[in-house]
């Protein structure tokens, strides 16, 4: 168990410190983390998304009953985040959303996949695969849509019907590369339509970038920076560690699923808060200190929270 834990934890914290020396060392500046969180949510993360979708067997993106238990544990914790931090929080709206993704986005393919494929086996990541794919469709969006919608420079802001605004904003999240370019390959799958291996294996080699300079990114972002412990750091943690596998595991046993299916909903549950929700907030320069802080600490509690979660399962 410990040995599993560790060759999961070990690459993420490796690179991350890479990114914290590059800034100690003055080989790149803090602002730099800025470019790199673009180049990973315009292209590494979308084309990353893609290849996963691509790949999935149809049949599997199908299971109704365990997408259902994955929308319910990811997106309930979405909406009860957004609420906390709405009217209990007193933030607007756009930090909400930060907020939210940090909460509710797990870190699957980088800390849950090497998990599950360890104690499940290959099918371990399916529940990788479909969780992503739910996260592209509805998460990313209804973030992106949020963040514009609170956006003080936002075109609409201010004026216009809430309708409108909401209708205009969803159009733009529709076009933004992190949530077009999934879905292409949720119906390319559905559809049996494949790409040539030239071009798949092209697109591969840059998804792959995808954790390595978000890991990067945010080592750099922490650079001349302290983790804080403040309520918000431990709301998030505690939100997402505990709160998210808690609704994951009743709604698996609510929907009947196997035990492996229930396995794997309840890791990913218990999964650490993704890097790419701390490339949302740098990106839109909001909530950075708390996102950052939030899944840096939780990362390192996730050994904990994750070995009670596989303890248990076991």
């Known amino acids: 168990m410990p040995t599993l834990l560790l060759s999961s934890l070990f690459p993420l914290v490796f690179v991350m410190v890479l990114g914290w020396l590059s800034g100690k060392l003055g080989y790149m500046k803090r602002d730099d983390a800025t470019v790199l969180a673009t180049v990973v949510i315009r292209f590494a993360l979308p084309l990353h998304l893609f290849i996963g979708a691509l790949h999935t067997d149809p049949s599997k993106i199908q299971n109704l009953s365990f997408m259902a238990v994955l929308v319910i544990g990811l997106m309930g914790s979405y909406l009860l985040t957004l609420c906390i931090s709405r009217f209990l929080f007193r933030h607007d709206i756009k930090t909400s959303a930060i907020q939210s993704l940090v909460c509710a986005f797990p870190d699957m393919a980088y800390f849950g996949a090497p998990v599950l494929a360890v104690l499940i086996g290959p099918e371990g990541f399916l529940g990788v695969l479909v969780g992503n794919l739910i996260t592209s469709?509805?998460?990313?969006?209804?973030?992106?849509?949020?963040?514009r919608m609170g956006d003080e420079n936002s075109e609409l802001a201010g004026q216009g019907s809430l309708g409108k605004m909401i209708l205009t904003n969803l159009f733009k999240a529709v076009r933004n590369p992190i949530v077009w370019i999934p879905v292409l390959g949720v119906i390319m799958s559905l559809a049996g339509i494949k790409i040539p291996e030239l071009l798949s294996s092209s697109v591969e080699m840059m998804g792959k970038t995808a954790g390595g300079i978000s890991l990067f990114a945010l080592g750099l972002l922490f650079f001349g920076e302290r983790?804080?412990?403040?309520?918000?750091?431990?709301?998030?943690?505690?939100?997402?560690?505990?709160?998210?596998?808690?609704?994951?595991?009743?709604a698996g046993i609510a929907f009947g699923l196997s035990h492996t299916l229930l396995q794997q909903v309840v890791i990913i549950g218990a999964?650490?808060?993704?890097?790419?929700?701390g490339m949302f907030a740098v990106r839109s320069d909001t909530y950075v200190e708390s996102a950052s802080s939030s899944i840096l600490i939780g990362t390192a509690l996730g050994i904990v929270t994750e070995g009670i979660v596989i303890f248990m399962m076991s």
């Open 271 to 277: 999964t650490p808060s993704a890097i790419a929700a």
């Open 137 to 147: 469709v509805l998460m990313i969006p209804l973030t992106i849509v949020l963040i």
């Open 227 to 250: 983790p804080t412990l403040n309520i918000h750091t431990f709301t998030n943690i505690g939100m997402k560690n505990l709160i998210q596998p808690a609704i994951m595991a009743a």
